[in-house]
Nanobody
């Protein structure tokens, strides 16, 4: 059974950092694009960052470019999101997602597998 499990969320002050992890299991995700999305209260889920499992190419939403870094550890089947210079507007539940393919997928409905989410709260 395919499973994505996020961890690493929490409460941090503005300007601080957090690192989120997404552990993938149940299948080989080597041909999958792995992404992070987030959903703030009362808002739609939005794309944050993506990494292609093969080759490691990355893509970011403009709102996080230069502050967030997505990476992966193939041996551990884990994807990370390093978040620096956090702002109160980054407060949301962060979700890991997986999509078979090698393009740059940014829409929620394109993704097949989702984690349960990990909450991030940035205080001002």
């Amino acid at each position: 059974q395919e499973q994505l499990v996020e961890s690493g969320g929490g409460l941090v002050q503005a300007g601080g950092s957090l690192r989120l992890s997404c552990a993938a299991s149940g299948r080989t995700f080597r041909s999958y694009a792995m992404a992070w999305f987030r959903q703030a209260p009362g808002k739609e889920r939005e794309f944050v960052a993506l990494i292609k499992w093969s080759g490691g190419s990355t893509y970011y939403a403009d709102s996080v470019k230069g502050r967030f870094t997505i990476s992966r550890d193939n041996a551990e089947n884990t994807v990370y999101l390093q978040m620096n210079s956090l702002k109160p507007e980054d407060t949301a539940v962060y979700y890991c997602a997986a999509k078979l393919g090698s393009s740059y997928y940014t829409r929620v409905d394109e993704y097949t597998y989702w984690g349960q989410g990990t909450p991030v709260t940035v205080s001002s």
